[in-house]
Nanobody, 124 residues
């Protein structure tokens, strides 16, 4: 069974940093595009960041560009999201997701597998 397990969420002050991790199992990790999405209370799930098979190509939502960095370690079947200069509006449940094959359009609808999420709360 495919499993994606997020960790690293928590409470942080505005301007601070957090690093999220997603450990994957049950799939050929190196052949999957990996992404991070988030869902704030009462809002739709939205795209945050995407990374290609080998990590050579990344894509970010405008709202996080310059502050967040996605990376992956294929030897460890793990994808990361380094979040710096956090703002209260970054507060959300953050989800790790996998897409089998080439990079899809930047929409939650195109992802094949999902983790259960980890909560990030940024206080002002």
């Amino acid at each position: 069974q495919v499993q994606l397990v997020e960790s690293g969420g928590g409470l942080v002050q505005a301007g601070g940093s957090l690093r999220l991790s997603c450990a994957a199992s049950g799939l050929t990790f190196s052949r999957c595009v990996m992404g991070w999405f988030r869902q704030a209370p009462g809002e739709e799930r939205e795209f945050v960041a995407l990374i290609s098979w080998g990590g050579g190509s990344t894509n970010y939502a405008d709202s996080v560009k310059g502050r967040f960095t996605i990376s992956r370690d294929n030897a460890e079947n793990t994808v990361y999201l380094q979040m710096n200069s956090l703002k209260p509006e970054d507060t959300a449940v953050y989800y790790c997701a996998a897409h089998i094959g080439a990079a899809p359009p930047l929409s939650p609808r195109n992802m094949d597998y999902w983790g259960k999420g980890t909560l990030v709360t940024v206080s002002s």
